[in-house]
């Protein structure tokens, strides 16, 4: 069968999701979501695209890789929407997270025959994502899938490496990607989720399972993962650096800074969940006998990640984001002030932790791990929001603010000496 017959499938299998769908999208009832997104202005270089929050930032996945969703749903008619920048921001979001591990959530649901992209352009996009993009996502999961992706299958099979195509997961309901990530970070259209239970009732006569997060046990008194900073203090006769960074950061200094790729790479889940509960039990954990630096690297990130309130402290957030409209020539001086007004306790493990990463940083010409590339990969794990995710346009000022702390870590932490405060 030729291409253009597919084409032809692929239309023919669109319009029947659209008729057997009773709550389809006509042209003339779209309306733009309405962005809560403080961080995105009309002068965001793609704010034509973003504002229709088709792309975005949705958490960690269950191995703590970046996750990148892209909602069909959100997709305006096509003339509404130049398909063109669509895929210029695609790649312009990807671009910060290629050099790590990550993971991509494609919500087919909502592609209709008056919003879907043509063929040929989705042939261009395919060719447009080369190596670099490749490489490190390691999982793409397609949820709802239909026979219309069927049939594009069969159009881009003879593209599509082996290697490529085993990173792909088809899910058929919302409750199957539990398994696979922190569905309560996901932030799932409305509309995503009202499908999920119309498939539910049509399929199995009843609403899909409550998707929950288990209520959170007791900490145990040598708990490490997390809990508060205070916690792990008290229980530990007032040291301020908390055993999992102290050990890790001093394994990478000793054995990591000139690993290429230090803090990009993930680790095995059931490895990292077994050093969790050695540490969390209170038991010793000894990195050589994993045989694998990128253990420990993702432990630190994993434990900064877990700690109830970011490092730099939810009240420091909206004060990040405005790092970008200060002039750059007092950005430094801003940085110091914002780190100043945070809790003695988060600034000794702040400075602890930025301390170490600037001496990556110095090793750069061997771990390729520049300021700027140390940013992308710690940023999200200082700072976040205290309700919902970090959206796709936080990423810029939270980045820029890290890549600064760490090239600018002698100027921006001289000024305040703390009691009791060690260094790496």
Known sequence: MSEVDYEKLAEIELQKDEMEDPHSEQEETFLPPTMEDPALNINHPYYDVARHGIIQLAGDDNSGRKVITFSCCRMPPSHQLNHTRLLEYLKYTLDQYVENDYTVVYFHYGLKSLNKPSLKWLQTAYKEFDRKYKKNLKALYVVHPTNFIKILWNIFKPLISHKFGKKITYLNYLADLGQHLKYDQLNIPQEVIRHDENLWRKQKGKLPPVVKVPPPRPPLPTQQFGVSLQYMKDKNKGELIPLVMKETVSYLKSK???????????ASIQTIKDVQKLYNQGKSVNFDDYHDIHVPAVILKTFLR???????????YDQILEITSV??????????QIIQGIPEHNYVVLKYLICFLHMVSQESIY???TASSLACVFGLNLIWPSKGTTSLSALVPVNLFTELLIDFYTNIFNARTVPGEILP
Do not use: I, W, Y
């Open 367 to 369: 771990n390729r791990m």
């Open 256 to 266: 990591g800074l000139q690993v290429e790729g230090l803090f990009r790479r993930s």
């Open 327 to 336: 002039e750059s020539c007092l950005r430094v001086t801003r940085c110091k």
């Open 306 to 316: 877990e700690l109830p309130q970011p490092l730099l402290t939810f009240d420091c």
